[in-house]
């Protein structure tokens, strides 16, 4: 049975379309019809379907506890969700399962012109804090586990809720947007993430470990809202776009994050 806690975001549900129905079982903090409600994040509380979960299983962690500006403000409640999660999930299943957590870029600091799999964590921000105390709370109870820090991820399909679709709405409604112009980050197309993804489940190897998913170019948030306006035939909005510094951001961001992994060549993809 593979399992995916947090079952109601974007990438979830791209997620549960490689996977058959009948092999699935979805956690979310919302009742839906294919997915079990769970309280696991907010109190102390024993439910039945974490006892079922053994070590043939796989479970994905995709619950983020929020985006990065909510983990600035709600710094003692996201802590405290944490402390849960722990006691009341990966304390208590077989430590034995396969768990697959998706981290992030933001666990690096950017003060090194790239960072491999085995550079150590600096974050800057509480969103980098928090992804790195969730791996080493799964490193400390699962050896067979599979982290893999991921770049901000999006689409090109404007039809999808990604922050590139959301821009767009912006800027066609309003008469300017700012973004940062000196961020350099990797950005993760949603197609990429699902053929890595494959790859690792049809793979003979068991990987595990801790790796980065670097994709594409380096660039400013600025330069790629920019270059999508110019493939969609949208000339016109981007003299709506102004360009800011990092300097101007209330949240510690860092200036470049470009990372290199092995996990490709052991995946033999290109």
Request: charged residues 30%; glycine residues 2%.
């Amino acid at each position: 049975m593979i399992y995916i806690i947090g079952s109601n975001g974007y990438i979830a549900k791209k997620i549960k379309q490689l996977i058959p129905k009948s092999n699935l079982t979805c956690i979310s903090t919302k009742k839906t019809k294919d997915s079990i409600k769970t309280h696991i994040f907010k109190k102390k509380i024993n439910e039945k379907w974490i006892t079922k979960i053994d070590e043939h299983d796989v479970i994905f962690f995709l619950s983020s506890f929020g985006n990065i500006d909510f983990h600035e403000k709600n710094k003692k409640l996201v802590n405290q969700n944490l402390r849960n999660i722990e006691s009341n999930f990966f304390s208590k299943i077989n430590s034995n399962s396969k768990i697959i957590f998706f981290s992030s870029d933001m666990v690096y600091g950017g003060d090194q012109n790239y960072f491999r799999d085995n550079s150590q964590p600096s974050p800057i921000n509480e969103y980098g804090k928090t992804k790195v105390r969730i791996e080493k709370i799964i490193r400390s109870y699962f050896k067979n586990h599979l982290i893999l820090r991921i770049s901000k991820i999006y689409s090109n399909d404007l039809r999808e809720n990604t922050f590139i679709k959301d821009h767009i709405e912006k800027l066609k409604s309003s008469k300017k947007i700012y973004l940062f112009s000196d961020n350099k980050y990797h950005y993760t197309n949603i197609k990429f993430l699902l053929k890595i993804l494959k790859k690792i489940f049809f793979t003979k190897k068991n990987i595990i470990g801790t790796y980065n998913l670097p994709s594409g170019k380096v660039m400013s948030r600025y330069d790629l809202i920019k270059s999508f306006l110019i493939k969609f035939n949208k000339m016109k909005l981007i003299k709506k776009i102004e360009k800011i510094s990092l300097k101007h951001s209330k949240i510690k961001l860092p200036i470049k994050l470009s990372m290199k992994t092995n996990l490709y060549k052991i995946l033999k993809f290109k």
